[in-house]
């Protein structure tokens, strides 16, 4: 089974200074995909990145990006010029690219609350 | 396009009573999934719905569980009774029949047993 780790429960970062948020998962597959979810205080989550393992190259998304190391088995989102706004709970996420009963199944790491200070 | 919609938002009821969850997801997404957050734990998968079949309920906890998803649209999740340590968040999420996609998540249902 497919587990994911986000080992920091809590983060903090000024405004307009650059964050990085750990994700670190472990599988046995060769061809998945990875996520970053955003879920701000109103509670609705919400896509940040999306990362698909047979791709070398890292996702970006305006001040978004991820730092994938497939070796390594890690996936870290790296948020640059940080915004209040961006003052949310983040989740890592594993999803199985490969088909059966349970592709469609997401799991999601513990969550890292992001506090942004002005 | 709207959303996934979710509702009640939110539930307060007592031990052994029967709450019933419903989720509304974007129109045309074939895939449905229910979720749970019990406090200070991470999301669980509870199951996952392919038009109006149940593809995996793996995460389904116990038979005071039932979910439906008649015609392949709307989706409900019914507790019955429900107990204590079945508080917490449920989110429902739709997704398209394309695997590489996230999904859209609802605003979640927070559920407390009291």
């Known amino acids: 089974a497919q587990t994911v780790t986000q080992s920091q429960p809590e983060m903090s970062v000024q405004e307009a200074e650059t964050v990085t948020l750990s994700c670190t998962y472990d599988?046995?597959?060769?061809?998945?995909?990875l996520f970053w979810y955003k879920q701000p205080p109103s509670r609705q989550m919400i896509l940040v990145i999306r990362?698909?393992?047979?791709?070398?190259q890292n996702a970006t998304e305006n001040r978004f990006s991820v730092n994938f190391q497939k070796a390594a088995k890690s996936f870290s989102l790296k948020i640059s010029d940080s915004q209040l706004g961006d003052a949310a709970m983040y989740f890592c996420?594993?999803?199985?690219?490969?088909?059966?009963?349970?592709?469609?199944?997401?799991?999601f790491g513990q969550g890292t609350i992001l506090t942004v200070h002005p | 396009e709207a959303g996934v919609t979710q509702f009640p938002s939110h539930s307060v009821i007592e031990k052994g009573q029967t709450v019933t969850l419903r989720c509304d997801p974007i129109?045309?997404?074939?895939?449905l999934y229910w979720y749970r957050r019990v406090m200070g734990k991470e999301i669980k998968f509870l199951l996952h719905?392919?038009?109006?079949?149940?593809?995996?309920e793996s995460g389904m906890p116990n038979n005071r569980f039932l979910a439906e998803r008649t015609g392949g649209t709307y989706s409900t999740l019914k507790v019955q009774p429900a107990e204590l340590e079945d508080s917490g968040v449920y989110f429902c999420?739709?997704?398209?029949?394309?695997?590489?996609?996230?999904?859209?998540f609802g605003s979640g249902t927070r559920l407390t047993v009291v």
């Open positions: 719905f392919v038009k109006e079949s149940k593809q995996d």
């Open positions: 129109s045309g997404h074939d895939n």
């Open positions: 599988t046995s597959e060769s061809d998945y995909y």
């Open positions: 999420a739709s997704s398209p029949s394309d695997r590489s996609h996230g999904y859209t």
């Open positions: 990362q698909e393992a047979y791709k070398q």
């Open positions: 996420a594993y999803r199985s690219a490969i088909g059966g009963t349970s592709y469609g199944k997401l799991t």
